[in-house]
T-cell receptor, first 113, second 112 residues
Framework: EDKVVQSPLSLVVHEGDTVTLNCSYE??????LLWYKQEKKAPTFLFML????IEKKSGRLSSILDKKELFSILNITATQTGDSAIYLC?????????????FGKGTKLSVIP | NAGVTQTPKFQVLKTGQSMTLQCAQD?????MSWYRQDPGMGLRLIHY???????DQGEVPNGYNVSRSTTEDFPLRLLSAAPSQTSVYFC???????????FGPGTRLTVT
């Protein structure tokens, strides 16, 4: 059974802190890993990672994939209260399931002033 | 482009009632899917479609039906609502080559 595990499940930090969110996976036919941010409504796309060792960066957020050890991390530096959200990790498979995403349970990040 | 739209935003049903959640996209995406999100459970796939006339089951399909008569629309039907179907429902779409999925704003459904 395909599995995506995120840790921690929840995290409380102060503004200005740096956080690292973890996502590990056990799937057959891995194609890519995606990160989403979910505030009050729909998840919004952050990154898609396909190759090992190549960092994707957008402002204070960055992410990297390790296909040998089957995990990804999402880093947020100099956190702000607007970063408070649920961060979702999802894995896309190749082959017949190539459109489907298998999601982890999410990490709820709370940034306090 | 409106992207992915869902109606209604909120719905309260009594046990045994039926209803249809609507989803439409204007991006000409082949792939569409329905997820439900429950506290602490992440997003779980209900049904998906890779094109008009083609649908398949996801992880949690029981109690739900779908059809795909056009590229744009992918309605989700609850034939006989149960309290276990209380959840937030998201529709998503993506282009045929894969890539990121775009999500609608969600429908919050309560079954009493």
């Amino acid at each position: 059974e395909d599995k995506v595990v995120q840790s921690p499940l929840s995290l409380v930090v102060h503004e200005g802190d740096t956080v690292t969110l973890n996502c590990s996976y056990e799937v057959t036919n891995f194609r890519s890993l995606l990160w989403y941010k979910q505030e009050k409504k729909a998840p919004t796309f952050l990154f898609m990672l396909t190759s090992s060792g190549i960092e994707k960066k957008s402002g204070r957020l960055s992410s990297i994939l390790d296909k040998k050890e089957l995990f990804s991390i999402l880093n947020i530096t100099a956190t702000q209260t607007g970063d408070s959200a649920i961060y979702l990790c999802a894995v896309k498979l190749s082959g017949a399931g190539s459109y489907q995403l298998t999601f982890g349970k999410g990490t709820k990040l709370s940034v306090i002033p | 482009n409106a992207g992915v739209t869902q109606t209604p935003k909120f719905q309260v049903l009594k046990t045994g009632q039926s209803m249809t959640l609507q989803c439409a996209q204007d991006m000409n995406h082949e792939y569409m899917s329905w997820y439900r999100q429950d506290p602490g459970m992440g997003l779980r796939l209900i049904h998906y479609s890779v094109g008009a006339g083609i649908t398949d089951q996801g992880e949690v399909p029981n109690g739900y039906n779908v059809s795909r008569s056009t590229t744009e629309d992918f309605p989700l039907r609850l034939l006989s609502a149960a309290p276990s179907q209380t959840s937030v429902y998201f529709c998503a779409s993506s282009p045929v080559g894969g890539g990121e999925q775009y999500f609608g704003p969600g429908t919050r459904l309560t079954v009493t």
